[in-house]
């Protein structure tokens, strides 16, 4: 677990100098109500029996990648003075906590 402050001191390259910044945690996107193409195409080969192609495989994420048990965090910084948003990268942890 990682804890990280509300506050940053990061360079602003809008303003050109370091402001106090706040710092949230960026969300993944939501998918907007109904299936993308490729979703209904798997959801259409994997009707009935026989042999599904590709979609008779697991996905990569649950094989190879299930290896991994953490996740890197994205962290959106606010600057004060321009109300600009910029996106800082975090290393991978398993839990982030806010401090204050
Ligand atoms: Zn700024």
């Known amino acids: 677990m ?6 940053m ?4 390259p809008s303003c050109g100098k370091h402001q106090s910044m706040k710092v949230k945690q ?3 996107a939501r ?18 029996y026989g042999n599904k192609g590709r ?9 190879k990648m299930a290896s991994k048990t953490s996740k890197k ?3 959106r910084l606010t600057c ?8 800082l990268s975090y290393p991978r942890t398993k839990r982030v906590e806010f401090a204050k």
């Open 73 to 75: 965090v994205d962290l």
């Open 31 to 48: 998918r907007k109500g109904g299936l993308s193409a490729m979703a209904r195409r798997e959801k259409r080969k994997r009707r009935g």
């Open 55 to 63: 979609y008779s495989k697991r996905p990569v994420t649950q094989t």
């Open 9 to 12: 001191n990061k360079y602003c």
């Open 80 to 87: 004060p003075d321009c109300n600009k948003k910029w996106v």
């Open 2 to 7: 990682v804890k990280i402050p509300e506050v």
């Open 26 to 28: 960026e969300k993944s």
